[in-house]
T-cell receptor, first 111, second 114 residues
Framework: LAKTTQPISMDSYEGQEVNITCSHNNIATNDYITWYQQFPSQGPRFIIQGYKTKVTNEVASLFIPADRKSSTLSLPRVSLSDTAVYYCLVGDMRRDDKIIFGKGTRLHILP | DVKVTQSSRYLVKRTGEKVFLECVQDMDHENMFWYRQDPGLGLRLIYFSYDVKMKEKGDIPEGYSVSREKKERFSLILESASTNQTSMYLC?????????????FGDGTRLSIL
């Protein structure tokens, strides 16, 4: 199972772009990379998922280098409401059960 | 929009009681999951189910059981509650077949065992 490592916490300011990097050195061929966001007193919410290169949706972008040993979640022009915990997950595309949530990155957006 | 509903937001029970946590999803998802979330430990998978009457142990199944009698409903059972089961419990569902489908979570049940 691919283990992920992310910063425990990050601070940023409103209007800035925030990049959260996740390391997953043991990622396997069949693994996808998925990011979730969690607000206090709520369940995690899916943000974005990718396998390689770059994926973009209306919320974020996900950058995955060729070796896939890391990935970077990019949040453009953050606001106070982006304060949350962000989880990077690496999961085997053949096994839904073995997707492991780590401890996440606590992002704090300052005014 | 997918809706995963957990029966209680807050629950207080006593040591030794049998506790039922209920979860219902309205999107005809095959997979359903139960996690617990504790400060500093992230989310840990307790059990999951990929079909009616099917269940698989997750990483921390001890002290818990589950029931899936209908596709939309997945119950977590604490057979004899203990204080170390005080936690936030999260239910999730996802589609089977297309792998690595996003999991859709409920808002959690904060369970306190006294």
């Amino acid at each position: 199972l691919a283990k992920t490592t992310q910063p425990i916490s990050m601070d940023s300011y409103e209007g800035q772009e925030v990049n959260i990097t996740c390391s997953h050195n043991n990622i396997a061929t069949n693994d996808y990379i998925t990011w979730y966001q969690q607000f206090p007193s709520q369940g995690p919410r899916f943000i974005i998922q990718g396998y390689k290169t770059k994926v973009t949706n209306e919320v974020a972008s996900l950058f995955i280098p060729a070796d896939r040993k890391s990935s970077t979640l990019s949040l453009p022009r953050v606001s106070l409401s982006d304060t949350a915990v962000y989880y990077c997950l690496v999961g085997d595309m053949r096994r839904d059960d073995k997707i492991i949530f780590g401890k996440g990155t606590r992002l704090h957006i300052l005014p | 929009d997918v809706k995963v509903t957990q029966s209680s937001r807050y629950l207080v029970k006593r040591t030794g009681e049998k506790v039922f946590l209920e979860c219902v999803q309205d999107m005809d998802h095959e997979n359903m999951f139960w996690y617990r979330q504790d400060p500093g430990l992230g989310l840990r998978l307790i059990y999951f189910s990929y079909d009616v009457k099917m269940k698989e142990k997750g990483d921390i199944p001890e002290g818990y059981s589950v029931s899936r009698e209908k596709k939309e409903r997945f119950s977590l059972i604490l057979e004899s509650a203990s204080t170390n089961q005080t936690s936030m419990y999260l239910c999730a569902s996802s589609l089977l077949g297309r792998l690595n489908q996003p999991q859709h979570f409920g808002d959690g049940t904060r369970l306190s065992i006294l």
